[in-house]
């Protein structure tokens, strides 16, 4: 069985920083990108970040560039958000997603998020 | 930035009843990138179809997905009680990978 188990978090003040971490479990850890999604309770759901299958290629929403890191660590199958900077706008429940394709002669197809972790609220305010 | 229009915003319908929601794309997107989710209060997002037409793991067959290029539709040919819930489509062929706003399937 898929798990990604979330932690850290919790609440920050404007300018301040939090780390979230998401323990992967189930499944070959290494194979899969891994994203961050966010979302304010009762509103749509934000992409935030992306890392691929062994850390070497990241990407990021507008909105968090040059403020939040994305990383792995593929022998304690764990990704993490280190979120500096932070900002009132950040407040929202954080998911770890795992990013599921089938690819073949250097095309990758269906790509979905397949697995989501349980969420962890993120409050920044002063 | 590909941007994802949902309609309507809210459903109302009984069970028992077909429910039909929409999702339209700025510009084209690849069927192969196009995935719907399934969000229920406190819970997080499920995934329900990928590639535009198939479900996932465990979903049942009353759910249904179809489209192509701009315009993506998800069906359900007869609503159960738990099918009442908030639905999201997602195009994850391009960064960002972006969300519709959401419909909201409430029991009427």
């Known amino acids: 069985e898929v798990r990604l188990v979330q932690s850290g978090g919790g609440s920050a003040q404007p300018g301040g920083s939090l780390r979230l971490s998401c323990a992967a479990s189930?499944?070959?850890?290494?194979?899969?990108?891994m994203h961050w999604v966010r979302q304010v309770p009762g509103k749509g759901l934000l992409w935030v970040s992306r890392?691929?299958?062994?850390?070497?290629?990241?990407i990021y929403a507008d909105s968090v560039k040059g403020r939040f890191t994305i990383s792995r660590d593929n022998v304690k199958n764990t990704v993490y958000l280190q979120m500096d900077s932070l900002t009132v706008e950040d407040t929202a429940v954080y998911y770890c997603?795992?990013?599921?394709?089938?690819?073949?002669?250097?095309?990758?197809?269906?790509?979905?998020?397949?697995?989501w972790g349980q969420g962890t609220q993120v409050t920044v305010s002063s | 930035e590909i941007v994802l229009t949902q309609s309507p915003g809210t459903l109302s319908l009984s069970p028992g009843e077909r429910a039909t929601l929409s999702c339209r794309a700025s510009?084209?997107?690849?069927?192969?990138?196009l995935a719907w989710y399934q969000q229920k209060p406190g819970q997080a997002p499920r995934l329900l179809i990928y590639?535009?037409?198939s479900r996932a793991t465990g979903i049942p067959d009353r759910f249904s997905g179809s489209g192509s290029g701009t315009d993506f539709t998800v069906t359900i040919s007869r609503l159960e009680p738990e099918d009442f819930a908030v639905y999201f489509c997602?195009?994850?062929?391009?960064?960002?990978?972006?969300f519709g706003q959401g419909t909201k399937l409430e029991i009427k």
């Open positions: 997602q195009q994850c062929g391009t960064s960002p990978y972006t």
């Open positions: 997603v795992r990013d599921v394709s089938e690819c073949g002669s250097g095309t990758c197809y269906n790509r979905r998020f397949d697995s």
């Open positions: 189930g499944f070959t850890f290494i194979y899969d990108w």
């Open positions: 590639g535009a037409s």
């Open positions: 890392v691929n299958n062994d850390g070497s290629s990241t």
């Open positions: 510009q084209s997107v690849s069927s192969t990138h």
